[in-house]
């Protein structure tokens, strides 16, 4: 009796051992197939559940004066929206009444080139006039509010004569110069005919071809279409005569994002506010004049 029983024992144990390493075969066969599989949905995206944080689309509001500070800090938020792979698209609202010539420019440039990393949707939320109008034009198509103000196509200097007041409160120039031009006009004094068709040659007129120019090719339109509208007017966005010529599309801020969420493929679509204010300093702002800046800061796209 005592050997059958250790007989016994030992065919189970042998039993339990081919059982157990059957099992552990197949654990490692399953947890291969899995690792293999899991390795290759990931890679094609089969069976993916849909993340809010994949599918996101950067907002920029630019609801300031064209500086080119300002303008640098909003190009700079772009280069970090274009590495991050989640943002799929960009949507520009734009509510500027204008600015700087050189800063309209360097973004107009810079947005059509972002193009060809990621699609730009540009509203005209409020306002697009002169530098903002500069600006919004570099994007095709272009939407706008129907209240929207836009156009203000054109180049103002201003100036101002305070000789009467200076001569009040006991002020006198006493500017040094070399060079005919160096200070072409003075806050002191009213302009002479010939200081005005200085700046009118040197400054207004180029800037404002440029203008026309920029405006032209960003619009893809005809010189003759554009005319017209280039005498510094402002029109609301719905005006009947600048449709196909100054804008494209009189939607809504909703609009817009529903047609997005389409594009990109339902609801799980994110839209992402992109902070532009400066963070706060304790050190004062200094400010040094050098001459002709002074005079060039006067010179502005704007309304």
Known sequence: MEEVKDYQIKALKKQIFISNLKAWIIGV????????????????????????????????????????KYTTKVMEKMD?????KNFKEVLFV??????????????????????????????????????????????????ANKNAIVGSIG??????????????IGVEEDTLAAGKHKQPISYFRKAEDEEKKYIQD????????????????NRGISKEQLLPFTEGKIYIANTPEIQGVLVDHITSLYQIKK??????????VKFETIDMKDQPSFFPKVQVDLGVEKLLNQLNYRQ
């Open 259 to 268: 047609e997005i969420r389409k594009r990109l493929g339902g609801k799980m």
């Open 29 to 68: 066969i399953l947890i291969a197939e899995i690792a293999f599989f899991g390795m290759y949905f990931s890679k094609t995206g089969m069976f993916k559940k849909p993340v809010i944080g994949d599918n996101k689309v950067a907002v920029i509001y630019f609801d300031e004066m064209i500086t080119e």
């Open 80 to 84: 970090a929206i274009r590495k991050d």
């Open 94 to 143: 734009m509510g500027s009444p204008g600015g700087s010539p050189t800063a309209s420019e360097e973004l107009s440039e810079y947005l059509k080139a972002y193009q060809k990393d990621k699609n730009v949707t540009m509203y005209i939320g409020s306002i697009a006039a002169s530098g903002g109008y500069y600006i919004a034009s570099a994007i095709k198509p272009l939407h």
């Open 155 to 168: 180049v103002i200097m201003p100036h101002f004569n305070l000789g009467q007041l200076a001569q009040k």
């Open 202 to 217: 040197h400054l207004l007129i180029p800037t404002y071809e440029n203008f026309i120019h920029a405006v032209l090719e």
